[in-house]
């Protein structure tokens, strides 16, 4: 973390001008909450969708410019709201038109390409205050967590952007730099988000929709299924970005791989001693009676079922929860830590995970599945498969590959996506 400008500054104006340059669907949702709060806010996109843009948000009172130049030059904030893997060309292109004094704040989700960039493109007469809003544009700002990262600025602006935030009434979540972060976001975001990739490139290259199949009609079957559909209802390009320039993210991507590789050597070995005392090992230390659990209800999991037969029951190994549990348990992770940087999907599934692994009954039930049950190998055989794929392109930083891999599975579960959607929201704010 670079030191704070040891300059005296003045306090942010009240009356100050805010600039967003990225107006797709988080920057407008932050461009009209700051204009409902009362702030003037003007922002910028690409010159093709000035028109369009212009017509949307002039009713909300807010200005917008044909290109991000116009609010280098006139905000007092500017807060970057692109793609991480576009930062840099944004910053390189607008950057330099800075005025003095401005506070920049970037918007990205992995930090480590976006203070590249600042370092690199903005007048060092600029200070640098990072966020991260850990949400989607499905929830409004109020009630959602924001992390604030100091890097270039002094406290005055700090404590300045962090009322603007608290006037939306988010959630702030101060970090004491962008390495804490992203070491943080690749635990909670990138590796959650192979796990669920993984298990819908499963299901969709064995040509089946989970809740066709008594496998997945389960309380916690029910979780996958919403967060693997909430997931691909979104955008490639956010969860490619997370794996590919997070630096911390491929270490734990390969990490995952591995267990999830071992234990299913494991399982087709039957080597049933060696499974059991490996996977009650992973209990002890992630599930360790001193920390505070995340406790699922188990009665609103099993009301959100898409199962054609929701009568219907067949044990399921679980494979993708004894994965992470296991990887968690190699990297030396406590996810509860975590929780301070959550999202509503890593949530889920840590509160799935500690579900299964806290229930005897349950945990026993999928190891005997997992080792025996021949009749779940196939699904256990196409979700190792889907990790191998996936865990190679994150491995390869293959970002135009990791799109394309995302957006087969999407198109898939196409007809579902806003209906999964819908239910995860619903799902999500019962559970948590």
Not at 326 to 354: M, S
Request: glycine share 8%; proline share 4%.
């Amino acid at each position: 973390m670079s030191d704070y400008i040891t300059k005296n500054t003045e306090p942010l104006k009240q009356n100050m001008i805010i600039g967003i340059i990225g107006l797709g669907d988080m920057g407008k949702l932050y461009a009209k909450a700051l204009a409902a709060a009362g702030y003037s806010v003007c922002g910028s996109d690409l010159p093709s969708e000035f028109i369009r843009l212009s017509s949307e948000l002039s009713p909300f009172g807010i200005e917008v410019f044909e290109d991000g130049k116009e609010i280098s030059r006139k905000c007092d904030l500017i807060i970057y709201s692109v793609e991480a893997e576009l930062i840099g060309k944004a910053v390189r292109e607008y950057g330099p038109y800075t005025r003095t004094g401005a506070v920049v704040a970037g918007q990205t989700s992995v930090k480590h390409p976006e203070i590249a960039a600042f370092e690199a493109f903005l007048p060092k007469d600029v200070e640098i205050i990072s966020l991260h809003a850990l949400h989607g544009p499905g929830f409004e700002p109020r009630g959602q967590n924001i992390v604030m990262i100091p890097y270039r600025n002094s406290q005055t602006s700090y404590d300045g952007i962090a009322t603007i935030f608290e006037n939306l009434g988010c959630e702030l979540i101060h970090m004491p730099d962008f390495h804490t972060h992203d070491k943080i976001v690749a635990d909670t975001q990138a590796v959650t988000h192979l796990g669920f990739e993984s298990m819908g490139t499963a299901w969709k290259e064995g040509g089946t929709y989970p809740w066709e199949n008594d496998a997945y009609t389960g309380g916690i079957d029910n979780v996958k299924i919403l967060t693997t559909l909430r997931i691909f209802s979104y955008k490639a390009h956010v969860y490619a970005g997370l794996a590919i320039l997070n630096p911390y993210a491929r270490t734990q991507v390969r990490r995952y791989a591995v267990s999830e590789s071992e234990l299913f050597k494991l399982m087709i070995m039957e080597r049933e001693k060696e499974f059991r005392e490996r996977l009650y090992k992973a209990r002890d230390f992630v599930f360790h009676e001193s920390r505070k659990p995340v406790l699922l209800d188990d009665e609103i999991m099993r009301e959100f079922s898409m199962a054609t037969n929701k009568a219907a029951y067949k044990p399921n190994s679980h494979l993708s929860l004894l994965s992470m549990v296991d990887a968690w348990t190699h990297l030396g992770v406590n996810p509860y830590d975590n929780l301070v940087c959550q999202t509503p999907p890593f949530r889920l599934r840590l509160g799935i995970a500690e579900y299964l692994f806290k229930n005897e009954d349950l945990l026993e039930e999928s190891i005997q599945t997992a080792l025996f049950d021949k009749s779940i190998r196939g699904d256990d055989l196409e979700f190792h498969s889907a990790v191998r794929e996936w865990s190679a392109i994150i491995g390869y930083g293959d970002m135009e590959g990791y799109k394309a891999h995302f957006n087969q599975v999407k198109d898939f579960f196409s007809d579902r996506l806003e209906e999964g959607r819908m239910k995860s929201t619903q799902l999500i704010k019962r559970l948590i």
